[in-house]
């Protein structure tokens, strides 16, 4: 029905950390517009969810999360 299974690379370009900091970057810059730049470099490289994927876990490496402290009703978000 697919044709052929395609035999796994083991050769695709792991995006670098500096092509992985949508939270330090400019704002507006999401991790589509990173994955755009960075087939542009790498046109064979990963597709976007297995490119969201490796940021995860180089995120959770690093030791970067996104959390808000704040003290109940010290603060109103609008």
């Known amino acids: 029905m697919y044709g052929p299974p ?7 370009p792991v995006p670098t950390a500096p092509t992985c900091t949508p939270s330090g970057a400019k ?8 994955h755009l730049e960075y087939l542009e470099q790498h046109p064979d490289g990963y ?3 297995q490119f969201c994927e490796v940021y995860r876990r180089w995120l959770y490496r690093r030791g970067s999360r996104c959390a808000s402290l704040h003290r109940a009703g010290a603060k109103l978000f609008r």
């Open 47 to 49: 597709r976007y969810t």
């Open 6 to 12: 395609t035999p796994p690379t083991h050769h695709r």
């Open 27 to 34: 704002p507006g810059v999401t991790l589509e517009l990173l």
